[in-house]
């Protein structure tokens, strides 16, 4: 699995794929990992998301259950037209794959829904800069 997230972020870098990250805010303001690997992390996020083949945008607290009503999946499109192709769900075992068309058009709507609670990219890296900045100021 990390020679296949290897790869897939060498290609972002290049350029050569767009990918767009929704992530909830919990994961944002509760770090579980340490307070400083924690703001390397949103340093991180900040600046991969400064590319423009990259999209961060955080799903807030207020868009209220929905954050927690699917886990963690990635989906992906291998043509110039955003249709998911593939949905990858990883899990304590490994990773899954649906290719199943019922599969994928019910995670495209998740992503959907997903994607038009979330906040803007632009109110998303302030929500992050925020955060990173109280972040440093406890450490302080």
């Keep these: 699995m990390g020679k296949v997230r290897e790869s897939r972020q060498a290609k972002i870098e290049e350029g050569g794929a767009t990918y767009s990250a929704i992530l909830w805010e919990s994961v944002i303001a509760h770090p579980l990992v340490s307070v400083e690997i924690h703001r390397e992390q949103l340093a991180a996020i900040l600046e991969v998301g400064k590319r423009k083949n990259v999209t961060v945008r955080v799903l807030p607290?207020?868009?209220?259950?929905?954050?927690?009503?699917?886990?963690?999946f990635s989906a992906f499109s291998f043509d110039s037209e955003p249709?998911?192709?593939?949905?990858?769900?990883?899990?304590?075992?490994?990773?899954?794959?649906?290719?199943?068309?019922?599969?994928?058009?019910?995670?495209?709507?998740?992503?959907?829904?997903?994607?038009?609670?979330?906040?803007?990219?632009?109110?998303?890296?302030?929500?992050?800069?925020?955060?990173?900045?109280?972040?440093k100021e406890d450490a302080s």
């Design 83 to 135: 249709v998911v192709e593939a949905v990858s769900l990883e899990n304590l075992r490994g990773a899954s794959v649906l290719e199943n068309p019922e599969d994928l058009t019910a995670y495209a709507n998740m992503y959907d829904l997903l994607r038009s609670s979330a906040l803007a990219p632009e109110a998303s890296a302030k929500l992050i800069r925020g955060i990173l900045r109280s972040l």
């Design 61 to 72: 607290y207020s868009a209220g259950v929905l954050g927690a009503v699917t886990s963690d």
